[in-house]
C-alpha cells in the first residue's frame, strides 16, 4: 500500500464547475497536510495546508480533513481554465519533518 | 533570498560522468529537502538537512549519491558515474521548521546522455 494515494485521474470538469480531488493516507500518525499545485513544467506551488480535522476554506480552494478516515480532500470551486494542472496531495509523517507525495491528480478545466 | 534558488536550470552530461546540482534556499529556513520527480511521475524523497546535518539519507537511491549543505545555508548534491536513469528534474526545498510546507525551487532537469 502507497503511504498517500490520490484519485486517479485525468480530471475534466466545466469553466464554473466545483472539482473534487481525493487524498488518503496509512500513517494514523500524521500531523500536517498539504495541497500542491504543479503546472506542466513547472515545480510545485503550495495551495493550502490544513492540521486540524474538518474545512479550511481560502478563496475558491477548500480543504476538508477526517483523520479518523485518514481522508484529505481539495474542493475547487467555480473552476478556472487557469486552474487546470496536477495537484499534489502530501502528508507528514509522525516523524513530522519529511513529506510523502501522492502521484497527483491531473485537472483540466474545459472552457 | 526570496525564493528557493537552483542551479544549473539544465544539465547535460554524458553517462559516467560527475554533476553537481545546487540549492541555495530561502534565508532562515532551518529545513532543506532534496526531491527527484522522473517524467509523468511523482516526487521521490532523496534526503533532508535540519541546519548542516542530515538525519535522514534514507531516499539516496545508491552511494553514487552525495549531498552537503554548509553554513546551514547552500546544499549541493552530487552524483557520481551518471547513468542514463539518473535523469530526472531534481528539486529542492526549504522550510523555516520542520512540519512546515516546503517552498520549492524551479528544480535542475538532468539529461544523461
Known amino acids: 500500500q502507497k503511504e498517500v494515494e490520490q484519485n486517479s485521474g485525468p480530471l475534466s470538469v466545466p469553466e464554473g464547475a466545483i472539482a473534487s480531488l481525493n487524498c488518503t493516507y496509512s500513517d494514523r500518525g500524521s500531523q500536517s497536510f498539504f495541497w500542491y499545485r504543479q503546472y506542466s513544467g513547472k515545480s510545485p506551488e503550495l495551495i493550502m495546508f490544513i492540521y486540524s480535522n474538518g474545512d479550511k476554506e481560502d478563496g475558491r480552494f477548500t480543504a476538508q480533513l477526517n483523520k479518523a478516515s485518514q481522508y484529505v480532500s481539495l474542493l475547487i470551486r467555480d473552476s478556472q481554465p487557469s486552474d487546470s494542472a496536477t495537484y499534489l496531495c502530501a502528508v507528514s509523517g509522525s516523524n513530522d519533518y519529511k513529506l510523502s507525495f501522492g502521484a497527483g491528480t491531473t485537472v483540466t478545466v474545459r472552457a | 533570498g526570496a525564493g528557493v534558488s537552483q542551479s544549473p536550470s539544465n544539465k547535460v552530461t554524458e553517462k559516467g560522468k560527475d554533476v553537481e546540482l545546487r540549492c541555495d534556499p530561502i534565508?532562515?529556513?532551518?529545513?532543506l529537502y532534496w526531491y527527484r520527480q522522473s517524467l509523468g511521475q511523482g516526487l521521490e524523497f532523496l534526503i533532508y538537512f535540519q541546519g548542516n546535518s542530515a538525519p535522514d539519507k534514507s531516499g539516496l537511491p545508491s552511494d553514487r549519491f552525495s549531498a552537503e549543505r554548509t553554513g546551514g545555508s547552500v546544499s549541493t548534491l552530487t552524483i557520481q558515474r551518471t547513468q542514463q536513469e539518473d535523469s530526472a528534474v531534481y528539486l529542492c526545498?526549504?522550510?523555516?521548521?520542520?512540519?512546515?510546507?516546503?517552498?520549492f525551487g524551479s528544480g535542475t532537469r538532468l539529461t544523461v546522455v
Open positions: 534565508s532562515g529556513h532551518t529545513a
Open positions: 526545498a526549504s522550510s523555516f521548521r520542520q512540519g512546515d510546507g516546503y517552498t
